[in-house]
């Protein structure tokens, strides 16, 4: 069977859940259309500031929006967060405090958080007597059982949920997932504050984890939130109790969130979460697309390709590290950026293994642009995620396909 063959026979399968996705996307996109018409937004609020960033009406609006849009009291959006680990590290910082406990229960979490929780000597939570303590996911579910024994035995301040799969091959939760967890961790009496690392998980569904039970999460605006457009930065939303104590740590007790200033202005930022429903919208329907194509071929990925994922990031399963290695260096060469650049295994900061990553990106290291990376180990699997347009995946799977072959 040729390329376009196989590319064309996956659409047709495809098609029902291509219109649940972009139901979806409708509806995400009135929510936060909603949110920009209630907190007035216009073209003042796009301007650029500097020094303290005192009475800065556009950094100010542009929480309110991203608090409306995600169904939470309040909310930081800040250039000043640089990466996903650098917001969800300020947001826990901003809450836990020496001799507290924390409870993950959604397994080890993501490779560069790792260090952040349990390093030695390098400023982690560890260093500051905080501990966190790990429940094991049971066949890549939660096992809430053994959440209930934690429970039990420990006075925890925190519990800690992980949306994204990671690079653990196993499904990333869904909202009705979370809002499970969050329901089973109150009836065992928890009195504390609950936490999701929401990266690559918003406007994939209708809620988000801050309208299921969360208090608060965080996320990258390089990813889903910030609409391909987003140049930096990070955000932090949920409960305004809680969110008070974050704004703190961000900047310093005595200020909290009345500084903050940004000389470039927030225009990227405000556009981007207006685009980001229907950016999330062809990210979820060209990874369809390629994950079909793959499973056609006889790959094995997660989620299955028969079903709307939980969030924009897909493992694909190889079994050799030439197979897996030729798939990032396909990604890599259907880039708009970079295309002509080999990828090449290296010690990123923050990783256990060498990591390849194809990521020809506008801006750099975006995953809500297409990009693929993976860590050289057994077994072999590829995570890909991104793609500004649905057309670019097309094209890209095209690409890839013929290089497999």
């Keep these: ?73 309040s909310a930081i959006v800040s250039p000043a967060l640089l990466s996903g680990t650098h917001t969800i590290t300020v947001a826990l910082f901003g809450v836990l405090r020496p001799n507290d406990r924390a ?11 790792r260090k952040v929780l349990w390093g030695e000597g390098n400023g982690s ?32 301040k925190m519990v800690y949920i992980q949306r994204s799969r990671g690079y653990e091959l ?82 310093a007790p005595s200020v909290g969130a009345e500084v903050g200033s940004y000389s470039y202005g927030y225009r990227l930022f405000y556009q981007g979460l207006f685009l980001a429903p229907h950016t999330v919208a062809q990210i979820l329907k060209g990874g369809l697309l390629i994950g079909a194509c793959l499973e056609s071929l006889g790959y094995e990925t997660y989620p299955k390709a028969d079903k709307i994922p939980a969030d924009i990031t897909r493992a694909v399963r190889f079994d050799t590290e030439k197979q897996l290695t030729d798939f990032i260096v396909s990604v ?23 990591v390849i990553m194809a990521a020809g990106t506008f801006v750099s290291g975006a995953t809500s642009e297409l990009s693929a990376d993976a860590p050289i180990r057994e077994p072999y699997v590829a995570y890909f995620q991104g793609g500004l347009t649905y057309e670019h995946c097309k094209i890209a799977c095209k690409r890839i396909l013929l290089k497999l072959l």
């Design 1 to 73: 069977m040729r390329v376009e063959e196989v590319i064309k026979s996956a659409e047709i399968t495809l098609k029902p859940l291509f219109e649940e996705i972009e139901e979806t996307a409708l509806f995400n996109q009135e929510k936060v259309l909603k949110a920009f018409s209630e907190e007035r937004i216009a073209m003042r609020h796009f301007m650029q500031s500097n020094g303290y960033g005192y009475g800065d009406e556009g950094r100010e609006s542009l929480g309110k929006v991203f608090a409306h849009a995600f169904g939470a009291e």
């Design 103 to 113: 409870l993950i229960i959604t397994g080890t979490p993501y490779d560069t958080i």
């Design 125 to 156: 939570f560890k260093d500051f007597k905080i501990s966190f303590d790990t429940v094991e996911l049971k066949d890549g579910k939660v096992d809430f059982s053994a959440v209930a024994k934690a429970l039990n035995k420990h006075d925890y």
């Design 170 to 251: 196993r499904d990333s939760f869904t909202v009705e997932e979370i809002e499970k967890m969050c329901s089973f961790v109150r009836e065992q009496g928890f009195k504390g504050c609950i936490f999701c690392d929401n990266c690559y998980g918003e406007f994939c569904e209708r809620r988000e984890p801050t309208e299921v039970g969360c208090d608060f999460m965080a996320g990258s605006l390089i990813k889903n939130p910030g609409g391909g457009l987003a140049p930096t930065g990070g955000y932090i939303a949920g409960k305004k109790s809680v969110l008070e104590l974050v704004e703190g740590r961000l900047t």
């Design 332 to 354: 890599q060469e259907c880039s708009p950026v970079d295309s002509f650049v080999r990828p090449e295994a290296w010690d990123m900061p923050g990783y256990d293994n060498k």
